[in-house]
């Protein structure tokens, strides 16, 4: 049966779907559309973690999202340290979810 993606895979996936008997046909993504690949992959696998039934599948989503930024931050020439002085930085000023603060409305 076919069945279209076009999308950004694991690079191992490829291999994984000929040993299960599959023929999956691929291309190298062109540097200038890895940002928006990324982006489009970072989505997706917040869709499935919104949509996981158990905290294994919850794990495994978070897994992929955490990889797919980890990509993304590679890609524009970021790193972790970066981002964790901008993290810190947003801390101090909007604060983080230690108290479950849960905005119903403004007036």
């Avoid at 191992?12 to 489009?40: D, H, V």
């Avoid at 599948?57 to 797919?68: C, F, G, S, T």
Wanted: charge should be positive; charged fraction near 45%.
């Amino acid at each position: 049966m076919k069945k279209a993606f076009n999308k950004l895979v694991r690079d191992n996936i490829p291999e994984i779907i000929k040993s299960t008997g599959g023929k999956p046909f691929t291309r190298t993504a062109e540097e200038k559309e890895m940002s928006g690949l990324l982006k489009e992959k970072i989505l997706e696998e917040a869709e499935e973690f919104l949509k996981a039934k158990d905290k294994d599948r919850e794990l495994a989503e978070l897994i992929d999202i955490l990889e797919a930024v980890n990509a993304y931050i590679k890609l524009s020439n970021l790193s972790v340290d970066d981002l964790e002085v901008i993290r810190k930085r947003k801390l101090k000023e909007h604060g983080g979810f230690k108290k479950r603060v849960v905005l119903e409305r403004v007036e």
